[in-house]
């Protein structure tokens, strides 16, 4: 069983839509949740960072919390072009900060 | 410019060499990982070591060893490379690797291709 779940995609919105991302995760314990953006031939930049069930917003970017569900998601407004790129969902739990990626989300943005 | 800088960017080998990878980061964090991308995009943590103690020790091969000579750097040799060690390395860092705050948010470096011939 995969420890982080995403939908690898494509997922195409046209310009101005709202995309939105998920991911499923399989260690009840898990605390710190992480949003990381990936260009090809890029290293993963991180988005958005969330700890606490509910919602968080920075910008075009809000990133959702439901650990009863174990489930969190991430909402692009307003998506442009140069937000096509691969999404990819992270996870921690336990102690050290281990980090457990998804495979990743594929997001392409049409004009 | 702060950042999380790594050396070299590509590096191309034979099967059976010996290799390092360098990683700095001027970010003044304590925490500094290697993860492994391989050609399915997956990206998979390796090790990770806070204030140069080996915290996190995935199943590696042992070929695979990791080095803390400061908190600031984290290098990656490898020996008796093996045509399945092709991948790009990732070094990252973090604040700290036990908080569960902002302070473990992981920043990453460009990334070292690595191709075994």
């Known amino acids: 069983q995969k420890e982080v779940e995403q939908n690898s995609g494509p997922l195409s919105v046209p310009e101005g839509a709202i995309a939105s991302l998920n991911c499923t995760y399989s260690?009840?314990?898990?605390?710190?949740f992480f949003w990381y953006r990936q260009y090809s031939g890029k290293s993963p930049e991180l988005i958005m960072s969330?700890?606490?069930?509910g919602d968080k917003e920075d910008g075009r970017f809000t990133a959702q919390l439901n650990k009863a569900s174990q489930y969190v998601s991430l909402l692009i407004r307003d998506s442009q072009p140069s937000d096509s790129a691969t999404y990819l969902c992270?996870?921690?739990?336990?102690?050290?900060?281990?980090?457990?990626f998804g495979a990743g989300t594929r997001l392409a943005v049409h004009p | 410019d702060t950042a999380v800088s790594q050396t070299p960017k590509y590096l191309v080998t034979q099967m059976g060499n010996d290799k390092s990878i360098k990683c700095e980061q001027n970010?003044?964090?304590?925490?500094m990982y290697w993860y492994k991308q391989d050609s399915k995009k997956f990206l998979k943590i390796m090790f990770s070591?806070?204030?140069?103690?080996?915290?996190i020790n995935e199943t590696v091969p042992n070929r695979f060893s990791p080095k803390s000579p400061d908190k600031a750097h984290l290098n990656l040799h490898i020996n008796s490379l093996e045509l399945g060690d092709s991948a790009v390395y990732f070094c990252?860092?973090?604040?700290?690797?036990?908080?569960?705050?902002?302070?473990?948010?992981?920043?990453f470096g460009p990334g070292t291709r690595l191709t075994v011939l």
């Open positions: 260690d009840r314990g898990s605390q710190s």
């Open positions: 990252a860092s973090s604040q700290d690797g036990a908080s569960v705050s902002s302070y473990n948010e992981q920043f």
């Open positions: 970010l003044g964090h304590d925490t």
């Open positions: 070591y806070n204030n140069k103690e080996l915290i």
């Open positions: 969330i700890y606490s069930n």
């Open positions: 992270a996870v921690s739990s336990g102690g050290y900060n281990k980090l457990i």
